[in-house]
């Protein structure tokens, strides 16, 4: 009995002594213990993913993948295997295993370091979250306490939803939702047993046990889980030896972006940080824009394309490097790999290099393609380039065009299709030295619908369709003949299309300002001028209206005045404005007289589906309006966005109207026929405006308007549509160099674009290949004309009223009030034209 009492107190000391010793370390290390609490409002780092209005992916930012994943969206079978294989007493032990603990604190008394843990996934919570990997008896101690803090906060199910989202698991992956897409590309749920299995047995070394690093250890450690899940009778023999036999298929896959944007992606990644700081990139905030995925898949299509076409017209210019002479030894395939391993791709700009050379055809190796035959249909067009103006002789044969060891850059191009299939050919192709942007908007709302900022966001950042600010040429001519109308002028008005002397005394030069073509026919009625951009009549009517009215006017469409010089050359277009500026100002023509502000962020989601902004775009209210909006003060600003607030009921906020529903109609008019022209064929009175490239659209709700600078430095098509608004541009970024000239190709068929450069030609085609998908998502518009507008049969050549009914005449819209009053005569036809410059017609 002595004995035993003495055991009794040797125990009850060392019970003392070692809850005393326990309460000492927690004394000691409380001041270094975290608040368990903040884990109740914990932010997981979850990349911030930017998608278009219909849930396509255009980007995401943020240095870890994480998809956050609530408790009843864990899959049954993986909270199975963590139990099973990392902490089989989870729902028994208050944060902390004790056996586990015996085992390892053995395990530390007979090696004298601490080679094995005894984490729950409670402690394996508390270490992620507060503390650091290190294994030092100090570190263990406190994820002990912090481990029994978290098992006293929350309850189990939070505890696995936290560690299921929070664990690391390689490759910049964490948690088991980001895992299940970096390995397998499938969401969470989608996940077959054995690849469950697989990612459960990952936390134990993440970098190394993961199938892509090693599919040896990564299938060792999925059948120790699976075989852990059989003896907690988690799984059946069956599940275990059918998961066990399979092959473990994995590759690292990359977020799935299904839109390129990038030009858009990055105006939202900016917007998102100036409004919600560095967080947003950890946010996993999802950030829907305005961009339309059809529309910006097809404005992407056919601005390169035009850019590339219009690049390769002008010539080749050489290859990109020289990687072996014709007397060297040829590099290797491993060779070949590693050179092209150090140039990007651009879009569908592949880097390739020439390997062999017979007659005609060339055989390359493509970066991630391999060794391709490149037939003469992809090359003939390489004639020699020599300067902007000028192009070498046509290639008779591939090596007038390259030679073997050359690191080329190759695209692949739709040749033709058999029996429904789709054919890809080969097409040699270059980085072009020019550039384009191309912006599309819906004119009603202002929502950005696709933007192109350049050739490739990879190769420049630089956005052009929102910070490149270059001359519109004719692309201004609308505005200024929508001043006119206002000030009273019609479509039937005549302006003297002649030749203008003017002596400038400042300068002691005269001014001369030039038709393109320099051909002059007389009086020209107001409706031909436009859609013919006649540049002397745009001086008169300019003229007619004032310039300083003029420039005042300019400002109603959002453009500030200080970019609309005080000079009588805005009328051919020598102010400067960005593409998006142009298509924000066309809308006003094409929703009838408002001012829409281009946005471009719909809306902003939380991470759990919190609605957290949602765009407020003034609507275009037209009757019963409660409020008159005034006009918008012109700023620099290319985007306005006004938020909503998410738990206030407010009035709508309306657009103001800028110009008169009748105004907007008439200019519209205009632009219609520097599409569809006028006139008859058959009675020898018909006409085209500049833009009639865009009848093969056969629309006839389409209009629009080319620009062209002097020298053709910038070439721009600006039209409208059902819907849509779309401007295209091609310019260099050196604004001192022209878009040149370019000369018949003796290897290409009829159908090549030849002589100077200039709006229809270089950015018109554009303009028409977007707005092809554009219009089909849209049935045909009848032309609805607005109340005050009538429509009366006048003569052709005065723009009076007639009896006739012959090709001699025509119908035209008026206002009404301001169409003509009198009846054409022989005396009028005959005292028309004019040469006298005191008495000429504006």
Not at 163 to 181: C, D, E, M, P
Not at 312 to 323: N, Q, S, W
Not at 496 to 511: C, H, L, R, V, Y
Request: aromatic share 10%.
């Amino acid at each position: 009995m002595k004995f035993i009492k003495r055991l009794f107190i040797f125990a009850l000391i060392c019970i003392i002594l070692g809850v005393g010793t326990i309460f000492g370390f927690y004394l000691y290390v409380k001041p270094e213990l975290p608040d368990v609490a903040t884990l109740r409002d914990v932010k997981l780092q979850t990349p911030m993913q930017v998608f278009s209005q219909d849930g396509k992916l255009i980007s995401q930012f943020g240095e870890k993948r994480r998809i956050p994943v609530k408790y009843d969206e864990i899959p049954q079978h993986l909270i199975d295997a963590l139990i099973a294989t990392e902490d089989s007493r989870f729902y028994d032990h208050p944060g902390i295993d004790p056996i586990g603990i015996t085992r390892a604190a053995v395990v530390v008394a007979m090696s004298g370091s601490a080679k094995q843990g005894a984490s729950t996934i409670t402690q394996q919570l508390a270490r992620n979250f507060f503390l650091s990997n290190e294994k030092k008896i100090m570190r263990k101690i406190k994820e002990i306490f912090i481990a029994i803090h978290i098992e006293q906060l929350l309850s189990k199910q939070e505890i696995m939803e936290l560690y299921v989202n929070k664990i690391f698991l390689g490759h910049r992956s964490y948690g088991f939702g980001a895992a299940a897409r970096v390995y397998f590309g499938k969401d969470l749920k989608d996940l077959s047993l054995s690849e469950i299995a697989t990612l459960a047995g990952m936390p134990k070394a993440p970098s190394t046990m993961n199938p892509i690093y090693s599919l040896k250890r990564a299938t060792h450690r999925r059948n120790v889980v699976l075989q852990r899940m059989l003896d907690e009778k988690y799984i059946t023999q069956a599940e275990y030896e059918q998961a066990k036999s399979e092959t473990i298929l994995s590759k690292y896959h990359s977020a799935d972006i299904e839109l390129s944007a990038p030009y858009v992606a990055e105006l939202a990644r900016a917007w998102m940080v100036e409004r919600y700081g560095e967080e947003a990139y950890t946010s996993g905030m999802n950030i829907y824009t305005t961009v339309n995925a059809k529309l910006q898949k097809a404005a992407n299509d056919a601005a390169i394309n035009n850019l590339l076409a219009y690049d390769e017209r002008h010539g080749y210019r050489g290859a990109e490097k020289v990687l072996w002479q014709a007397d060297a030894t040829p590099f290797s395939t491993e060779d070949i790999k590693k050179a092209l391993r150090q140039y990007p791709t651009y879009g569908e700009l592949i880097p390739a290099v020439v390997t062999a050379i017979d007659g005609k055809t060339a055989t390359i190796y493509a970066k991630s393609s391999g060794q391709q035959q490149l037939d003469w249909n992809g090359m003939k067009w390489a004639r020699k380039f020599r300067t902007d103006e000028r192009q070498g002789a046509a290639p008779k044969k591939a090596s007038d065009i390259i030679a073997v060891g050359e690191l080329v850059w190759v695209r692949e191009v739709e040749s033709q299709q058999e029996e429904g299939d789709i054919v890809y050919d080969w097409h040699l192709s270059q980085v072009p030295n020019a550039n384009t942007a191309f912006v599309a908007m819906n004119p009603e709302n202002g929502a950005v619908l696709s933007m192109v900022g350049g050739f490739n966001f990879i190769h420049n950042k630089f956005n052009r369709a929102t910070q490149s600010v270059r001359q519109v040429g004719s692309g201004i001519k609308p505005f200024v003949y929508s001043a006119a109308i206002d000030k009273g002028m019609t479509l039937a008005s005549l302006i003297n299309d002649a030749p203008i002397n003017q002596w400038d005394q400042s300068q002691g030069t005269a001014w001369r300002p030039k038709n393109s073509p320099p051909t002059y026919v007389g009086p020209t009625r107001l409706r031909v001028g436009l859609a013919q951009s006649k540049n002397v009549m745009a001086v008169r009517v300019l003229r007619e209206v004032g310039l300083d009215e003029t420039r005042e006017y300019l400002t109603r469409f959002g453009f500030a005045i200080d970019d609309v010089p005080r000079s009588e050359t805005i009328a051919l277009g020598a102010g400067s404005l960005t593409p998006m500026k142009m298509a924000q100002g066309y809308s006003v023509f094409a929703n009838g007289g408002y001012y829409v502000e281009p946005y471009y962020i719909e809306k902003v989601v939380g991470p759990f589906g919190d609605l957290e902004y949602q765009a407020a775009p003034k609507a275009i209210c037209k009757q019963n309006c409660p409020t008159t909006p005034t006009a918008p003060a012109a700023n620099d600003n290319e985007f306005n966005e006004q938020d909503v607030a998410l738990t206030d009921s407010t009035e709508p906020q309306y657009a103001p109207q800028v110009i008169s529903e009748q105004t907007a109609f008439l200019v519209r008019e205009m632009l219609y026929s520097n599409v569809w022209g006028g006139g008859s064929w058959r009675d020898g009175t018909g006409w085209n405006g500049t833009g009639w490239r865009a009848q093969k659209l056969e629309r006839r709700d389409i209009g629009g308007k080319t620009g062209t600078t002097n020298d053709s430095k910038d070439a721009w098509y600006n039209g409208y549509g059902p819907g849509v608004v779309a401007v295209a541009w091609v310019g260099f970024d050196d604004h001192s160099r022209k878009l040149g000239r370019t000369s018949y190709n003796n290897n290409l068929g009829k159908k090549q674009t030849t002589g100077a450069e200039a709006g229809a030609k270089t950015a018109q085609p554009a303009w028409v290949d977007f707005m092809r998908t554009a219009v089909s998502l849209h049935a045909e518009e009848p032309k609805v004309i607005p109340p005050g507008i009538v429509r009366i049969r006048i003569d052709r050549d005065s723009g009076l009223l007639t009896t006739k009914s012959d090709g001699t005449t025509m119908f035209e819209y008026f206002r009404a009030g301001h169409q003509p009053k009198e009846y054409v005569s022989a005396e009028t036809t005959d005292t028309i034209y004019t040469t006298d410059e005191e008495e000429e017609l504006f």
